[in-house]
């Protein structure tokens, strides 16, 4: 068999198939057209030519005549789409025409929900009230313009939800040099007055305290596969990755639900 790798899965490869491929080449007779075919975890993972131990779960797609298949690496868990007759795989955005929700990325999001009491908020600065119900939790590098955008963002929905508040950790980038010494000043004095003048460009003074916190987020950062800044943590444990306006902030947290058990997947690697 061919071999195909992990790479591969992220990338959309629609094959020109035709059209029965997608009900089943071989066949289903009368009733429900998966009520004849059936895949575990073990053939799923030697069709991806990916140990089995990747394959987080196997099940009928809402897409009628795909499975959909999710697959663990680096820490992450995606889902990929096989056809009932075993030999397409669909990967990529899939988008219900109805309402033009991108269903692959819904699962995604739910698959790689944390459990947020594991992470720390000590070190945080807080944009709102620290007594909020709903505390969102934001990676964010004291250098980077679209966190300088998101904190404009932050401020608006407080304005208007002051039953939110934001948790800052910083996460400092390699491509801003001068981002370690600055998030550890802020950490020093836990000061977000300090992190807003450095988002808009004003110079800081020097750390004034000894502190491993930036170590400890970078190594709860890749625990978490968290890569970018800013990145939104919400409280049932949706990951956010990217700038977000105030209204799908607030859109996002009136969605919140219990993740079921499909949708947990795998732990974070340790």
């Keep these: 068999m061919k071999k195909i790798s992990f790479l591969t899965l992220m990338t959309v490869l629609l094959l020109a198939a035709p059209a029965q491929a997608f009900q089943g080449a071989d ?18 993972a030697g069709l991806l030519s990916l140990p089995e131990s990747q394959v987080v779960d196997v099940k009928f797609s809402e897409v009628p005549g795909l499975w959909v298949v999710d697959v663990s690496q680096q820490g992450r868990t995606m889902p990929v789409y096989i056809d009932f007759s075993k030999q397409y795989l669909i990967s990529g955005s899939v988008i219900k025409l109805a309402d033009k929700k991108d269903i692959t990325k819904e699962r995604a999001i739910n698959l790689n929900r944390i459990d947020v009491s594991q992470v720390p908020l000590d070190d945080a ?16 590098d004291p250098q980077c313009p679209y966190c300088q955008k998101q904190q404009e963002e932050m401020r608006k929905v407080i304005s208007q939800r002051p039953d939110i508040a934001f948790f800052i950790k910083m996460f400092p980038l390699k491509i801003h040099p001068e981002a370690y010494n600055r998030a550890k000043t802020i950490i020093c004095r836990k000061s977000l007055a300090l992190l807003e003048e450095s988002l808009a460009g004003k110079p800081l003074p020097p750390p004034d305290c000894e502190t491993d916190q930036i170590e400890k987020n970078f190594a709860l950062a890749e625990k978490l596969a968290i890569r970018s800044t ?32 499909a949708e947990k997947g795998t732990p974070p690697a340790k």
């Design 27 to 44: 066949g289903c007779g009368t009733g429900e057209c998966k009520d004849c075919h059936s895949m575990a975890k073990q053939e799923a």
């Design 125 to 140: 600065v807080v944009v709102g009230s620290p007594a909020a119900p709903l505390k969102v939790i934001v990676f964010d």
């Design 230 to 261: 800013p990145t939104l943590i919400m409280p049932d444990g949706r990951v956010m990755p990217g700038y977000k306006q105030a209204a799908d902030i607030i859109r996002l947290l009136s969605e919140e639900k219990p993740a079921t058990a």
